[in-house]
């Protein structure tokens, strides 16, 4: 699990997130469509979209279906990169 950022804000049920500072090249913005996770590893949703300034930049997370995501405001998610997990979903 590698640290997402903060949820800020709920806009038309997409969750936007403050994403952690991203120093160096080995540091990196995560792919779109990645699993994000609350800290008990419970899947919140998918990355939709990316802006912002390079640094620190923005993420729109789209929430699962049922997912209230108002109440991840204010807390930390985290992005789930268990090996295979990307390619089994895709389909």
């Given at each position: 699990m590698k640290r997402l950022g903060t949820a800020l804000h709920v806009v038309q049920?997409?969750?936007?997130?403050?994403?952690?500072?991203?120093?160096?090249?080995?540091?990196?913005?995560?792919?779109g469509s990645s699993w994000v996770?609350?800290?008990?590893?419970?899947?919140?949703?998918?990355?939709?979209?990316?802006?912002g300034p390079v640094n620190r930049p923005y993420i729109i997370v789209l929430p699962n279906k049922g997912m209230?995501?108002?109440?991840?405001?204010?807390?930390?998610?985290?992005?789930?990169e268990a090996p295979g997990r990307d390619r089994k979903w895709k389909k």
């Amino acid at each position: 699990m590698k640290r997402l950022g903060t949820a800020l804000h709920v806009v038309q049920n997409k969750l936007i997130v403050q994403s952690e500072e991203i120093v160096g090249r080995g540091a990196g913005i995560p792919r779109g469509s990645s699993w994000v996770v609350d800290q008990k590893r419970t899947r919140v949703g998918k990355v939709f979209d990316i802006f912002g300034p390079v640094n620190r930049p923005y993420i729109i997370v789209l929430p699962n279906k049922g997912m209230d995501a108002a109440a991840h405001i204010g807390k930390k998610l985290y992005i789930d990169e268990a090996p295979g997990r990307d390619r089994k979903w895709k389909k």
